[in-house]
């Protein structure tokens, strides 16, 4: 196995790095926490769930959410930074396998969104958010989360590697960024929504995940009706297959097609 062995290598490099520069996953951390804070005690007091519910019981586990894909934009930059700077060049030189190089991305990055819905989860418990369900049905809902984030990355991989070592990059990742993760039912539940923009945010692939997260933690989810309701689960499983289906060949290709 000695993919997974280079890739164990490669990920420890990429953790040392932060160790040695950590304000970049803090700043992001930070960031994604003051989103929470803003929510919950600024707009939380005037939004409302169809069925009712607690708002901070439905929005940390959509901020969570959220979260994974703010993974994208470091992910990209970092891989774009290693292109630029010739490093990806020096591993294409090296006896290792192409591979290895983006799973130790993946490996570090993932790492990260561990700690990050760690601390999400201690904010959330100590702003009275609570999750009522099993224990076992908790962890599936951290381990879709980290599935979001598995598929995200392999789409900040190719961005790396193509459009992102041109300038406007992080512009280009921030306008893909935002309007997916807004338009989605992070923050409002899609039934307050116009109807053809309720039906584009329940088609959302984050509105899966955060559904699917609220259902297993025991969270209101803010919909009483509709596929959404009854397939959260399956679709929060199908919808990052199908991203990793489509950009972890497409990374692969665009490692191979760069100029050493």
């Given at each position: 196995m000695s993919?997974?062995?280079?890739?164990?290598?490669?990920?420890?490099r990429d953790?040392?790095?932060?160790?040695?520069?950590?304000?970049?996953?803090?700043?992001?951390l930070l960031?994604t926490?003051?989103?929470?804070l803003?929510?919950?005690?600024?707009?939380g007091?005037?939004?409302?769930?169809?069925?009712?519910?607690?708002?901070?019981g439905?929005?940390?586990?959509?901020?969570?959410t959220?979260a994974?894909?703010?993974g994208?934009?470091?992910?990209?930059?970092?891989?774009a930074?290693?292109?630029?700077?010739?490093?990806?060049?020096?591993?294409?030189?090296?006896?290792i396998s192409d591979?290895?190089?983006?799973?130790?991305?993946?490996?570090?990055?993932?790492?990260?969104?561990?700690?990050?819905?760690?601390?999400l989860?201690?904010?959330g418990?100590l702003?009275?958010?609570?999750?009522?369900?099993?224990?076992l049905?908790?962890?599936l809902?951290?381990a879709?989360?980290?599935?979001?984030?598995?598929?995200?990355?392999?789409?900040?991989?190719?961005?790396?590697?193509?459009?992102g070592?041109?300038?406007?990059a992080?512009?280009?990742?921030?306008?893909?960024?935002?309007?997916?993760?807004?338009?989605?039912?992070?923050?409002?539940a899609?039934?307050f929504?116009?109807?053809?923009?309720?039906?584009?945010?329940?088609?959302?692939?984050?509105?899966a995940?955060?559904?699917?997260?609220?259902?297993?933690?025991g969270?209101?989810?803010g919909?009483?009706?509709?596929?959404?309701a009854?397939y959260?689960?399956?679709?929060?499983i199908a919808?990052?297959?199908a991203?990793?289906?489509v950009?972890?060949p497409?990374s692969?290709?665009a490692?191979r097609?760069?100029r050493?």
């Open positions: 993919i997974v062995r280079e890739g164990l290598i490669l990920t420890r953790l040392a790095h932060w160790v040695r520069q950590p304000w970049t996953p803090i700043f992001g960031f926490i003051m989103l929470l803003m929510f919950a005690f600024i707009f007091g005037s939004i409302r769930l169809p069925g009712g519910g607690d708002y901070i439905f929005l940390l586990p959509g901020m969570m959220l994974m894909m703010f994208l934009e470091t992910t990209m930059t970092s891989m930074a290693d292109a630029k700077k010739g490093i990806t060049n020096r591993f294409r030189s090296m006896p591979a290895s190089v983006s799973l130790g991305r993946v490996g570090a990055d993932m790492v990260s969104s561990m700690v990050e819905i760690a601390i989860i201690i904010g418990l702003l009275g958010w609570r999750a009522t369900n099993s224990p049905a908790g962890l809902a951290v879709l989360l980290l599935w979001l984030r598995f598929a995200v990355l392999w789409v900040g991989i190719f961005l790396g590697l193509t459009a070592r041109h300038d406007g992080t512009v280009l990742v921030q306008v893909l960024v935002w309007p997916v993760g807004f338009l989605s039912n992070v923050f409002v899609p039934e929504m116009p109807d053809w923009l309720g039906a584009v945010a329940a088609w959302n692939p984050i509105s995940t955060a559904t699917a997260v609220r259902d297993l933690f969270n209101p989810s919909i009483t009706g509709g596929w959404l009854d959260g689960i399956v679709a929060a919808w990052p297959l991203i990793t289906a950009f972890m497409l692969a290709r490692y097609r760069l050493k």
